[in-house]
């Protein structure tokens, strides 16, 4: 498959069924907005025309309010005066939302895509941080317009923004600057910070109730922190549900579409992946994806490695292997098998590919093993260790069959852009090196787990079992407090 067939693919699917615009790129700005289809033998699933049509409104907003505009500059000028929204001039209808997205590049994408749901729901214009490789790595999703912050926002020290900044929003509930049943929207302020990070208080988290969202939507300018995937909380807030439904019939869906809208590899990074691809992977009869999640400062583990072996083998998703001397079976043609390891370190890669070398497959199979880069450890505000985890999340999802370490956001990414869902490797209970039993599971759907969500029922006004509220709101497997969609 190359960009031979990209003339072959229909608009339908160039455009993914028309989740992109058809109009307003430079399409020699962003080759893999046009080539991404066709690199995938999972054509994924089919957005619905009610998202289509949500998206290209949303769109018009960003373009309408986003900078450059008359809008904006008004807006960011009362931002600067501090006044309220309620005293706003010019063009209050532009309401806007800026997204920190830090940590790794896993939870960054989560969190850019959670903020830009909530941004879709609430009619705000999302506006991303661009430090931490934000503004590098990614085509400009709507067009016409920018999605990066602008450089001169008044809010200075917005990047440090966290749980204890006076004007989060939990903070105003607890100080009693805000009451959500008795605050006029003449009192509010210019602009709340939303704090939905790993550490979020019991009132940080009230941000899912609708009686908060009342509030927050007469606040002109939202920050919002969050390292997770808030999405399945904002299925909880009721007021949400209505138009969630509608935008997503398919609800275990959701982050595979909106990833696929907005998070397009820039022309460098598409050189790394699709390089890579066509060298290695391109003509494999089978593609088989392994993410092994480990710390630098991890040993290298023989129980990993042996979890990753009977998890493939018992799951059919590798062959086992023979004894030295046994001859394979002839089999009339060969089927070539793929496999792309992804890791911090090379140990495992390394072990897999001589046992694939040393050892005929059982099927005959023939079993290449591949690995494209092996960091070390993990760095931060490093362009090229960016460029290869973004090459490196964006083969595991051009794959047939995914295998991911549980827990990481890395492998979440990968399963949502790819439409893959993947067999799990649970991580071994309290900090023991065994490896469970079974070694993994296939997943209950494609989506990523919320690590942090709410404990607490809003109209009930007590803790209560957030998984058990809406069906499609379930328990992740990984991580049992989490929540994900089904
Ligand atoms: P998580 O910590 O597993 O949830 O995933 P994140 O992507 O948020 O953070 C892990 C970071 O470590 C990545 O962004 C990379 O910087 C680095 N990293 C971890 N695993 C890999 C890997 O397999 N390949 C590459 N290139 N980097 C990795």
Known sequence: IGSANASRLGAYDRLLGGLLADAGFDERSCHSRYEFATYRRNAGRKPSLYLINKLRRHEALQRRCGPGTAAYSDAVEQLRSGKSHAGAIGSPECRYLVSISYQGLGNRILAAASAFLYAMLTGRVLLVDPSNEMGQLFCEPFPGTTWLL???????????????????YGNMLKNKVIDAASTTAQQLPPFAYVHLDHDASVEDKFFFCDEDQRVLRDIRWLVMRTDSYIVPGLFLVTGFQEELGVLFPEPDAVFHHLGRYL???????????????????????????????????????????????????????LPGLLAAGIDPPAVPTKFSKAVLVTSLKSWYYDRLK????????????????????????????????????????????????????????????????????????????NGSVVPPDPPCGRDVSMEPCFHNPPF???????????????????????????????
């Open 263 to 317: 998070f397009h590899t820039n022309n460098n990074v598409w050189g790394f992946i699709t390089r890579y691809y066509d060298a290695y992977l391109a003509t494999a009869h089978q593609r088989v994806a392994i993410q092994v999640r480990v710390f630098g400062a991890d040993p290298e583990s023989p129980e990993l490695l042996e979890q990753i072996t009977t998890c493939t083998q018992k799951e059919n998703l």
């Open 354 to 429: 001589s046992m694939y070398w040393e050892h005929a497959a059982a099927s005959g199979e023939a079993v290449g093993v591949h690995q494209p880069s092996h960091e070390k450890y993990q760095q931060f505000g490093a362009r090229l260790h960016d460029t290869k985890a973004w090459a490196d999340i964006y083969l595991l999802s051009l794959t047939d069959v995914l295998v991911t370490s549980g827990r990481s956001t890395f492998g979440y990414v990968a399963q949502g852009l790819g439409g893959l869902t993947p067999w799990v490797m649970y991580k071994p209970a």
């Open 150 to 168: 602008p450089p001169d926002f008044p809010l200075t020290s917005y990047t440090n923004f966290s749980i204890d900044t006076a004007e989060s």
């Open 456 to 486: 607490y029922g809003c109209r009930i006004k007590q803790g209560v079992d957030t998984g058990k509220i809406v069906p499609h709101v379930q328990r992740c497997k990984d991580v049992s407090w989490g929540l994900k969609l089904v």
